[in-house]
């Protein structure tokens, strides 16, 4: 899968950066704004024509946003919709045709040349004038800032406290970190904190989008695999993620235990088993199929195919094996099951969703006295009390081998195997 991931060295100079200069950033906009004074009222929804969507960080989050996405076309009839976001997540975005234009900021070759990048951007997104722009981004100084500078008719963002962004949206929601994150977007779309979504509707039922494929994507991807030698014509296909992204690496249950449920996939499970990637993930899979020893039986995908036929074969796929990650989240919107990983995050807020009836995902949380300790309004910075997270390692491989078989077999995954909040187990239907 290829991709445009910045370094996670420049991840840490950007937050860096964000968490230094966005205060003095902010206040001086702050400043500014009080000094112009401006009497702004919220638009008429029927006189919204022109709306940007703002979401830099998180392949996952575009994912999770597309129901907000339908409800801003209800809402605002003939509207049209750009999207701004870093390059990597360029691919993502383009997939959702509810979104009319995307744009990306680099950051793989440099914060220089990303904010310089960023400062070109603005300039171009000022002549569009746009009626409303929403901020999707959740504590981050930069993405206010630039919200400001976009100099958009009316603005929505998230507000924390300890997390002061300078007061630069004409809304501010707060962030509820008790409610998945599309919940919070919706709120966010509303720009009421008092106005909240009924949560039932978000964790109940189907209510991503359904993601489809773009045309020719499974061809490309199916003709790959058939060129693999492991590669087994008219059986079924279990999909494994290894990986997570680089802002969070901790989220991957570890490489020894991936390795160990290979063996047992291999040996038991009558399907085809794929391993996905992108190509700076390779030696991460390398490493998992290397302790295995079943690189005769798996074919190794990992850098082998783009996001649109990454997002193909997880629709072909019967199951999807994953830690919390952007393709946990595209295979949810693509209709198929999925055994996901959660450890230093919470399902309460990242959980996959639904977009077909009859899905089922088995979320493996181990909901440790410890657990969460990784913060959306902390960047993300995992603060752990051990060497190794053993929300992660603690997750025994015969319990995800066992949910795996249910979801093959059209069952609902065995809860007496999860443990945790029984509402975190597991949630099936069909």
């Known amino acids: 899968m290829a991709d445009k991931r910045p370094s996670r060295r420049r991840y840490d100079i950007a937050l860096w950066i964000d968490n230094t200069a966005g205060p003095v950033v902010c206040a001086l906009l702050l400043g500014a704004k009080r000094l112009l004074r ?67 900021i680099d950051l793989s070759r440099g914060v220089t040349h990303f904010l310089f990048d960023a400062l070109r951007t603005i300039r171009a997104l000022r002549r569009e004038r746009y009626d409303l ?25 998230f507000s924390a406290k300890g997390k002061w962004r300078g007061r630069l949206h004409d809304a501010e929601v707060p962030f509820n970190a008790y409610c998945h994150v599309t919940q919070n977007f919706l709120t966010l779309l509303v720009g009421d904190p008092m106005n909240a979504v009924n949560a039932d509707g978000v964790s109940g039922s189907p209510i991503l989008p359904t993601l489809e494929p773009p045309e020719g994507a499974w061809e490309r991807c199916h003709a790959v695999l058939c060129a693999d030698p492991a590669w087994r014509e008219d059986e079924r296909l279990a ?128 909901s440790l006295g410890c657990s969460p300790c990784m913060f959306v309004h902390d960047n993300k910075v995992l603060s752990c009390w051990f060497s190794q997270a053993k929300c992660m390692t603690g997750i025994a491989v015969a319990d995800v081998l066992a949910s795996v078989h249910a979801i093959l077999a059209g069952e609902h995954p065995n809860e007496s195997k999860l443990r945790g909040p029984a509402s975190l187990r597991t949630a099936g239907r069909g």
């Open 239 to 366: 999909v494994v993620n290894p990986n997570a992204g680089d802002m969070a690496l901790e989220r991957r249950w570890p490489a020894e235990q991936f390795a160990e449920l290979l063996v047992h996939l291999t040996a038991q499970v009558p399907a085809n088993v794929v391993l996905v990637g992108s190509s700076a993930e390779r030696g991460r899979v390398q490493a998992v199929l290397d302790l295995s020893e079943t690189g005769s039986r798996v074919v190794n995908l990992v850098g082998r195919c783009d996001v649109a036929e990454l997002v193909a074969l997880l629709a072909h796929a019967d199951v999807v094996v994953t830690n919390d990650s952007g393709p946990m989240h595209l295979a949810a919107a693509v209709g198929t099951s999925t055994v996901a990983l959660f450890g230093p995050e919470t399902p309460v807020l990242y959980g996959p969703l639904y977009s077909a009836e009859d899905q089922r995902h088995a979320v493996h949380y181990l």
């Open 133 to 157: 722009l929403l901020d999707l981004e959740f504590f981050t100084r930069f993405s206010a800032i630039l919200s400001y500078l976009v100099a958009p008719a009316w603005s929505h963002g």
């Open 38 to 104: 401006r009497r702004r009222a919220p638009p008429d929804p029927e006189a919204v024509r022109r709306v940007l969507l703002l979401k830099m960080w998180g392949m996952g989050s575009i994912v999770l946003a597309s129901p907000l996405l339908e409800r801003l076309r209800e809402r605002h009839p003939g509207v049209r919709i750009d999207f701004l976001s870093l390059g990597e997540n360029e691919a993502v975005a383009h997939l959702y045709p509810d979104i009319d234009r995307v744009i990306g």
